[in-house]
């Protein structure tokens, strides 16, 4: 699980510390309001001043009056501080609501034109800051490990999947974490994660607490660690003995899994490509899948297996 969204680091206990300072002293709505925003700090963060006063039955000259209580100019300010605790897990949601307030006429097309303009330039700044020296290092040890763990919680749970998904047919002992036991079954497999193994770690914004925990403790356990994070300040990026970084910003969201998903893909087909038997690998898992697949334009194998006759031949 990651941590508690309602325990910033910086500016709400000293919100917390301004109401509590002015409880004695403030009117019963006005401590109403207090009451709701230390009991939601988080969701106060995020509320513009008709939010808060309507949460508590109050007027919005109600909510300004409770922001100059505390101090502040008005409620702007007051919004601010609380905000100031939760950046970079609110800013998605602060350019949502920027861009819902500013580009209220934008069409679906528009939109769609402009999400696949970040993509390519996403994909065109990560391959510009790959180095290649250190990719070809990345795929040998892909190549050479004797089991690889796969770390990703959150989003990159899928991510993690789709990589187990795509090396296991080169691979024999390919095992993503993000699994339905959660991170204390994680932990349980990554226990015996040695040398010879590798965990990838796959983490992005906003980092789930799983992820930078089980990769630590792993690497305490002297695993090594290939990292697929966006930059060297990630915080799983300390325990890496390997970095790849990805420029994955997405305007809407906090994390564009197109980016990091086309770098797991280019992992991938470079362990296929180098793989001694994956040709012949690949052709024996599609030979064996071919009753679950459609086969257009050719004689496919029946979907069933035709059933013996219980009369035995003479």
């Not at 690949?282 to 679950?292: C, I, K």
Request: some cysteine.
């Amino acid at each position: 699980m990651s941590d508690s969204p309602d325990s910033p680091p910086d500016a709400e206990p000293s919100i917390a510390a301004r109401i509590a300072a002015a409880l004695p002293s403030l009117t019963p709505i006005h401590r109403r309001m207090g009451e709701y925003v230390l009991a939601n700090p988080f969701r106060a963060a995020t509320m513009r001043i008709d939010e808060l006063a309507n949460a508590v039955d109050a007027s919005i000259a109600t909510a300004n009056r409770f922001a100059r209580a505390l101090g502040f100019d008005g409620y702007p300010a007051l919004r601010a501080a609380l905000v100031r605790g939760f950046e970079a897990t609110l800013a998605p949601v602060e350019r949502l609501r920027s861009a819902q307030e500013h580009e209220a006429g934008a069409r679906g097309g528009e939109l769609i034109d402009a999400s696949f303009e970040q993509a390519l330039a996403n994909l065109e700044r990560t391959r510009a800051r790959l180095d290649r020296a250190n990719v070809e290092a990345a795929v040998d040890s892909l190549l050479a490990a004797r089991r690889i763990f796969i770390v990703g919680m959150g989003a990159s749970a899928f991510l993690a999947g789709l990589m187990e998904h795509g090396l296991s047919v080169y691979r024999d002992n390919v095992q993503s974490l993000a699994l339905l036991g959660g991170p204390t079954d994680a932990a349980r497999r990554l226990f015996s994660a040695r040398g010879d193994d590798l965990v990838v770690a796959i983490a992005f914004p906003r980092y789930v607490h799983d992820t930078i925990e089980l990769t630590r403790r792993a690497a305490e356990r002297g695993a090594p660690v290939l990292a697929i994070t966006d930059g060297p300040d990630s915080p799983v990026a300390p325990f890496a003995a390997r970095a790849l970084f990805v420029h994955a910003e997405r305007r809407l969201a906090a994390t564009s899994e197109a980016a990091v998903l086309a770098l797991v893909e280019a992992l991938i087909d470079a362990v296929a490509h180098r793989s001694q038997r994956s040709a012949r690998a690949a052709a024996e898992v599609t030979e064996f899948m071919l009753p679950w697949l459609e086969a257009r334009g050719a004689c496919a194998a029946p979907p069933h297996p035709p059933r013996r006759s219980r009369k035995t031949d003479r």
